[in-house]
């Protein structure tokens, strides 16, 4: 039987497991930094919730949500992006009842599109959310804390594009201009903007045909159609990024791929041409009435997701520190009887040590610990046994040294976990 696996759905192999640990951990302590909760939700959802919050005019939702009828005739869709669940699990769990919830979440996410660099049909995801606070200097706050993770990641050459998408009594002046201006080009078009044109014009400006790009370059802009509050929002919003020391360029024809979003709009994407023409890493905005959409109290929000994948491919594995591996060899009877209970204490002391079970000669040894990139090797045979000491190797110098397990603790401990 030949078994592969699906496309689309790769393996996490442990040397990139060290990688995802690594973003996720730095992650994990600046979200909280900034006040952040960690969140962990279903990968089921109900597939109304992404009907309703994305957009039936989607690509994710016309061509890449997976779903299917579970065995009631309920129909289930793994989930594509994580803002709708977060949102349904603040509405479900009257997490509203706070004055201000601020949540993260990390984990895998699933659309039907076509595998590309850095890009699966199962993907890895971190997000945060802000529920309960319209401030521009929440947006601020959060495009700044996005670009802290990555300077501590080590991420450099990145760009922070910014847009504002306007509010229910401003967008509908943009949205009809657009599509006066698209009618006239609609020759030009792919077939989905062409089908889309009259109910959501905006899928146009993200198209990434060729021929949409080029039509659309000279598009009325939404800047230019802003009310007054959406507008100052927008001002301020630069003001505050530009005092955080966050360069944040204005691209007006930025719009994003889920329908729920309103005044701020944001992408990161890297210059070093490391991920190719979808260069993308992180995205987010505003979304101030999808809580109530979804029959919630009216709440302002602001949100982001980052890619991990896509992520992962920027960062200098050279940096990540990674404890050394360490092979504990015992040789005889009496050293293969105390040598486990030694392996247990260095264990809880953080060492990574492995029990070598062979009958190999210490040659044979030594060459099994050198295959599986043991950079120490722990020798306790029958002298050792009587000395009370473990003769260290180090396998990239060759040097080696006889310490006590006991009174040479604290050199033993740091040698194997620095």
């Given amino acids: 039987m030949n078994i592969t696996g699906i496309r689309g759905f790769n393996d996490i192999l442990p040397q990139d497991c060290e990688v995802f640990r690594f973003i996720e951990r730095e992650a994990v ?28 005019t989607t690509d994710i939702v016309e061509k890449q949500m997976y779903t299917f009828l579970d065995l009631h005739g309920e129909s289930l869709t793994l989930r594509p992006e994580g803002t ?32 590309q660099k850095g890009r699966y049909r199962q993907f890895y995801q971190i997000g945060a959310e802000v529920f309960g606070e319209e401030s521009f200097r929440v947006d601020a706050e959060a495009i700044e804390m996005l670009s802290v993770l990555f300077k501590d990641l080590g991420v450099d050459g990145i760009n922070i594009e910014i847009n504002s998408l306007g509010c229910n009594l401003c967008r509908p002046g943009f949205k009809d201009g657009l599509k006066k201006f698209l009618e006239d080009k609609v020759e030009a078009l792919c077939s989905n903007c062409r089908r889309r044109i009259g109910k959501n014009p905006l899928r146009a400006l993200d198209c990434k045909v060729e021929g949409c790009i080029e039509a659309a370059k000279n598009a009325p802009s939404i800047l230019d159609f802003l009310c007054g509050d959406c507008k100052a929002h927008f001002e301020n919003l630069k003001e505050s990024l530009e005092k955080a020391g966050v360069g944040a360029k204005v691209n007006p024809r930025m719009v994003r791929g889920l329908d729920y979003y309103t005044r701020t709009a944001f992408e990161v994407t890297e210059s070093a041409g490391v991920l190719g023409s979808q260069n993308a890493i992180a ?41 050394p591996l ?38 044979g ?12 090797v722990i020798i306790f045979g029958e002298d050792e046994v009587k000395e009370g000491l473990l003769t260290v190797k180090d396998m990239t110098t060759g040097k080696q040294e006889k310490l006590s397990p006991d009174n040479d603790k604290i050199r033993l401990v740091k040698l194997l976990t620095a």
Avoid: H, Q
């Avoid at 699990?89 to 076509?114: C, D, H, Q, S, W």
């Avoid at 105390?338 to 000669?361: F, H, T, W």
């Fill in 84 to 115: 709708a669940p977060c949102v349904r699990a603040y509405i479900e769990k009257k997490l509203y009842n706070a004055p201000v919830t601020r949540l993260f979440y990390m984990g895998p996410m699933f659309r039907y599109e076509r595998p």
């Fill in 283 to 323: 995205a987010g905005g505003r979304y101030d009435g999808l809580v109530e959409e979804l029959g919630g109290p009216k709440t302002p929000c602001f949100g982001f997701a980052v890619g991990v994948e896509r992520l992962a491919l920027l960062i200098d594995r050279e940096k990540i520190k990674k404890a």
């Fill in 326 to 363: 360490t092979l504990f060899i015992s040789m005889g009877e009496e050293a293969e009887k105390k040598g486990p209970e030694i392996a247990r204490r260095l264990r809880k002391e953080g060492a990574g040590v492995i029990l070598d079970k062979s009958e190999d000669s210490l040659k």
């Fill in 29 to 56: 302590r600046v979200f909280s930094s900034y006040g952040f909760s960690e969140i962990r939700l279903p990968v089921l959802e109900k597939t109304e919730l992404f009907l309703r919050s994305i957009g039936e």
């Fill in 365 to 376: 040894r030594l060459r099994r610990a050198d295959r599986i990139g043991a950079r120490y």
